[in-house]
C-alpha cells in the first residue's frame, strides 16, 4: 500500500524550472515529506523535506499544499546533471529505516 | 571529510562464496543500514543498526548477516552467495531517530555479480 504516488517519468529544458508532483493523501500529521535523487546508479542524495510550511534550500523548493496531500518539488533552472530518479517518501523521521524508496519519477533535462 | 564510503565497489561470486562488504562512515552517526537495489527497483533494506553492538531485521534478511562492533563500521556478510543475491548494495548512516530533522547520507553502492 503506496503512501505517495509520482508520474513515472517527466522531461525538462535545460534552464527551465523542473516541477515534480507527489500526491501522499493518507499522510499523518506527524508525517515528513522528503525528497531525494538518485543520479543513474549513485547512492540516493538528500535532496529537502518539510512538514507543513513551504521550504527552499540551494537545490531546490518545496510546495506544500494547505491540506498536505500532495507536495511539488521544484528545481528553478534544470541543468543535465539534475537528470536523476526523483523519490518522494513520508516518514516519521528521516532516519533511512523509516524510509520507503518507491519507483520515483525519472526526471530527464533535455538540452 | 569522505562521508560513508563503501568496499569494494565491484565484486563478482561465485555461487557458494562467501563475502563482506564494509560501510564506514565518519559522521558520528548512531544509525547505519544496509539496502539493495535490483534493476527497476526501489531500495529495500536489509539489516539495520541503531548503535554500536546492536543490529535489526529489515524487510529483506534472509541470507545476510551484519555486525557493529564499531560505531563508525557496519558490515554485511554473505554466507553462502546466490544469485539472487546479485545486485547493487548500498549502505547509509544517520542521525538518532529522535531527530525528527535528521537526512540519510548514503555511499556510492557496491555492485555484486553471483554466477
Known amino acids: 500500500d503506496a503512501k505517495t504516488t509520482q508520474p513515472p517519468s517527466m522531461d525538462c529544458a535545460e534552464g527551465r524550472a523542473a516541477n515534480l508532483p507527489c500526491n501522499h493523501s493518507?499522510?499523518?500529521?506527524?508525517?515528513?515529506v522528503y525528497w531525494y535523487r538518485q543520479i543513474h546508479s549513485q547512492g540516493p542524495q538528500y535532496i529537502i523535506h518539510g512538514l507543513k510550511n513551504n521550504e527552499t534550500n540551494e537545490m531546490a523548493s518545496l510546495i506544500i499544499t494547505e491540506d498536505r496531500k500532495s507536495s511539488t518539488l521544484i528545481l528553478p533552472h534544470a541543468t543535465l546533471r539534475d537528470t536523476a530518479v526523483y523519490y518522494c517518501i513520508v516518514s516519521v523521521s528521516g532516519s533511512a529505516r523509516q524510509l520507503t524508496f518507491g519507483s520515483g519519477t525519472q526526471l530527464t533535462v533535455l538540452p | 571529510n569522505a562521508g560513508v564510503t563503501q568496499t569494494p565497489k565491484f565484486r563478482v561470486l561465485k555461487t557458494g562464496q562467501s563475502m563482506t562488504l564494509l560501510c564506514a562512515q565518519d559522521m558520528n552517526h548512531e544509525y547505519m543500514y544496509w539496502y539493495r537495489q535490483d534493476p527497476g527497483m526501489g531500495l529495500r533494506l536489509i539489516h539495520y543498526s541503531v548503535g554500536e553492538g546492536t543490529t535489526a531485521k529489515g524487510e529483506v534478511p534472509d541470507g545476510y548477516n551484519v555486525s557493529r562492533l564499531k560505531k563508525q563500521n557496519f558490515l554485511l556478510g554473505l554466507e553462502s552467495a546466490a544469485p539472487s543475491q546479485t545486485s547493487v548494495y548500498f549502505c547509509a548512516s544517520s542521525y538518532s531517530i529522535r531527530d525528527l530533522n535528521t537526512e540519510a547520507f548514503f555511499g556510492q553502492g557496491t555492485r555484486l555479480t553471483v554466477v
Open positions: 493518507t499522510i499523518s500529521g506527524n508525517e515528513y
